[in-house]
């Protein structure tokens, strides 16, 4: 295969960054007023990939990069259309394994089968171990799922192991074979209800058209995941694109070769980059963005810390599992989108006992105007609360920009 020779086009940081964030929808105005199911979806499709995670001391992370591209929504929309309703489904994402725990269109769910393939291989060590050494427990699950699914893990009859030193969740073996089916593709999440998995076949999960589509070779559907990705970061390093669904280095730099080859990607040079860059050929390029956000820590504007570092020369860390003495900045912070640059960050709790959203503590990047910061942080952060149903804005003093950001609360 040819190397990839660059176009020769430079782009600056600035434009690099403005780039990005319109491919990934902050470069148009939010709705006025609720947003409708189409722009729902449109911010959907955007991404491409929706993480999941438990953490719910704000908000369910995958409601939040929806509403810091579009503002309010009904999150019931949001559940009709991924399953996560005891009630009607009008099914366009599923989950699985695409970044992380992920949701995705329903039509990218094919494109995953190579993983699947490979869940003898690559799922983590627990579910190999029940594939190696209990393939009749897998056998069992797959009858009792096919006989009174949807069902939960505690619905397998199957008693629940003590839990082990070192062992992150109580999962005893009915539901770690239930997840390595899930990971094989063999079932799916057919709905949530608490955020709990309802699984079922996952031929009575998908629409019958995907069910039935042709599985790629593992080349083509690769190359597809990068084409996902380079559209909803629009300007990316190798390894951005390839962590987009979590791609082998190896494969993601043959894919993105290939890519360059047939002209789908353009190589480019971004100033203060050190690694090669590859622009999306229809990626807008914006004079100037005008957004206004508080990020989920898993929104995949941020989610690559590296990428987050290139292109905003912000340093973020998620400290929820860090000892509480040793947190710089707070249990479960957002960064703080204003402009095209990320100016502050704040740690939010949504306190229902006293229906307030709790700020915990909250910071200026260095060399901000932090009166200009607090004055549309303080908007945000009341529109926020409103969304979700918390009628105040409680500050607790903590951080650099506390004092300035008490001015503009009410």
Do not use: C
Not at 146 to 171: K, N
Not at 258 to 282: D, F, K, N, R
């Amino acid at each position: 295969m040819a190397q990839p020779v660059s176009s020769g086009l430079l782009l600056s940081a600035a434009a690099a960054r403005r780039i990005a964030l319109a491919a990934q929808g902050f470069g148009s105005a939010r709705p006025s007023g609720a947003a409708s199911v189409r722009q729902v979806r449109k911010a959907l499709d955007t991404m491409g990939v929706l993480q999941l995670d438990s953490v719910n001391v704000l908000s369910r992370s995958h409601y939040l990069p929806v509403y810091s591209r579009i503002g309010p929504y009904p999150r019931e929309v949001l559940d009709r259309l991924t399953g996560h309703t005891a009630g009607k489904i009008d099914r366009a994402y599923v989950e699985y394994w695409a970044h992380e725990a992920s949701l995705i269109p329903v039509a990218t769910h094919p494109l995953l089968r190579w993983r699947m393939a490979g869940a003898a291989q690559e799922a983590w060590g627990g579910m190999q171990r029940i594939a190696r050494e209990k393939p009749h427990l897998l056998d069992d699950v797959r009858r009792i799922v096919a006989m009174e699914g949807p069902i939960r893990s505690s619905q397998t009859g199957l008693e629940r192991a003590a839990r082990r030193p070192g062992q992150m969740w109580d999962w005893h073996d009915g539901k770690v074979a239930l997840e390595y089916l899930f990971w094989a593709g063999e079932v799916g999440a057919a709905r949530r209800v608490n955020f709990e998995r309802h699984y079922d076949l996952i031929e009575r999960v998908l629409p019958p058209q995907v069910y039935a589509t042709p599985t790629p070779s593992r080349a083509d559907a690769q190359r597809e995941l990068i084409r996902i990705a380079a559209r909803a970061y629009g300007v990316a390093t190798e390894p951005d694109l390839g962590d987009y669904f979590r791609l082998p280095r190896a494969d993601s730099k043959m894919r993105v070769a290939e890519l360059v080859e047939t002209g789908e990607l353009i190589e480019v040079s971004v100033a203060g980059w050190s690694a090669p860059a590859y622009l999306w050929p229809q990626a807008r390029r914006p004079r100037r963005v005008e957004a206004r956000a508080l990020l989920s820590p898993f929104d995949p504007l941020i989610w690559f810390r590296d990428r987050a570092l290139r292109l905003f020369g912000f340093h973020y860390r998620i400290e929820i599992y860090t000892p509480a003495a040793r947190r710089r900045h707070g249990y479960y912070v957002l960064p703080f989108l204003l402009g095209d640059t990320l100016v502050g960050r704040v740690d939010l709790k949504a306190d229902r006992q006293n229906r307030t959203l709790l700020v915990q503590s909250a910071w200026v990047e260095q060399d901000v105007d932090d009166r200009y910061v607090a004055e549309h942080l303080a908007t945000e952060l009341q529109e926020l609360a409103a969304w979700l149903d918390l009628p105040g804005v409680t500050l607790a003093g903590l951080g650099d920009l506390s004092t300035a950001l008490a001015r503009f609360i009410s």
